[in-house]
């Protein structure tokens, strides 16, 4: 892989975001993830962590809209090269070593997420032998993940190590199945592969999320609940503004970022950024901008961002900082930067929608 940075033709300029980051900021934040990545293309949270397949799969992202593309790329092959028989990874492996997983749990928007993943790879490069090589390891991957589907629409948790499969569902997980699902039809509309039994558990799952928040357990303290089906794309139009709108002052500390659960007094940078993101794709940008200026407290001397502060104690907790919490950032900077796979991917409105009459 080359160093950070390099052949990158400018492409940090574009993620500086005045009021935000600079230019230079920007290319810090790119090269603190590329250092915490293993030569063997694994992105773990940080050095001597854990390595889930959903946030390096974030991680990736980030390379991507970065320039950093055979770092991206790198990243997927680790995927490929440890996708397990049955088209799950586990939920966590020691320092990205596939050899020590340490949760050999399967969970379904992790599993589903490597969709996302792909096509954004495709759309910031028109890698074709790429997506063709990747082409299986997505088919598989949705198979696991559908195969925990439930009869309101809703996709089970997780399929357990001994193979029990989970059938609860979370609201914020099945919002990324359903964005993961849409990626994977645009992949095979590409390909000219239908996929028709994708597209009704598209429309389904995108019914669910929508229509009945029964279907899932009450995690609505968390503050992804609450923005994720905006995030993911299920929820567009005024549907997603009343949706802000109603959390916002639970969720949302004015100068430091968002909660990730009431009523605890602890803002994240994960969270805060997403929900950046989240409101890009809804189209208040100007509340975007500020959630992310509000968090730059988070900023290290690295260029990372600690995960999370407690504001009654004046003190970051925990002691880390993660390359998801930097990809999240650098994500919801892209997108308001207008870097077109990021804003094709969660801005959502070239994506299949698959059989969802009530779409909006």
């Known amino acids: 892989m080359t160093r950070a940075g390099s052949g990158q033709g400018g492409r940090t300029e574009r993620l500086a975001l005045p009021g935000v980051l600079t230019a230079g900021q920007a290319a810090a934040t790119v090269a603190g993830i590329a250092a915490l990545q293993r030569p063997d293309g694994a992105i773990p949270w940080f050095a001597g962590h854990h390595l889930d397949p959903w946030d390096h799969t974030e991680a990736a992202m980030a390379l991507d809209a970065a320039g950093e593309h055979e770092r991206a790329r790198a990243a997927y ?3 490929a090269r440890h996708q397990n028989p049955d088209g799950s990874w586990f939920a966590a492996y020691q320092d990205g070593d596939a050899a020590r997983p340490t949760d050999r749990g399967r969970e379904t928007n992790f599993c589903a997420y490597v969709a996302v993943g792909v096509w ?57 199945i359903h964005q993961a699902l849409r990626c994977a039809l645009a992949i095979a509309e590409h390909r000219e592969e239908p996929q028709p039994d994708w597209e009704l558990a598209t429309g389904a799952l995108g019914h669910a999320v929508r229509r009945h928040p029964e279907r899932f357990l009450d995690k609505s303290r968390y503050s992804m609940d609450w923005y994720y089906p905006v995030l993911s794309g299920t929820l567009r139009g005024p549907r997603a503004l009343e949706r802000i709108d109603e959390g916002w002052s639970r969720f949302v500390v004015p100068g430091l970022g968002v909660r990730c659960v009431v009523p605890n007094p602890w803002v994240t940078g994960g969270e805060s950024a997403e929900l950046a993101l989240a409101l890009w794709a809804a189209g208040r940008s100007d509340h975007a901008v500020r959630v992310l200026a509000d968090i730059q407290h988070l900023r290290a001397e690295d260029g990372l961002y600690w995960t999370g502060y407690v504001y009654e104690d004046d003190a970051f ?12 950032l650098l994500l919801a900077v892209a997108a308001l930067g207008g870097e077109e796979a990021t804003t094709a991917v969660f801005g959502a409105e070239r994506l299949p929608y698959g059989l969802a009459p009530d779409c909006c």
């Open 77 to 79: 092959e680790w995927l």
């Open 120 to 176: 954004h790879h495709y759309l910031a490069t028109g890698d074709d032998p790429f997506l063709d090589r990747m082409w299986p390891h997505v088919v598989r991957a949705v198979e696991f993940v559908l195969a925990l589907r439930q009869p309101g629409g809703q996709i089970g948790w997780k399929r357990e190590d001994g193979g029990q499969a989970v059938a609860d569902a979370l609201l914020t997980g099945c919002a990324s």
């Open 317 to 328: 907790w925990p002691a880390e900082r993660t390359t998801w919490t930097a990809a999240a």
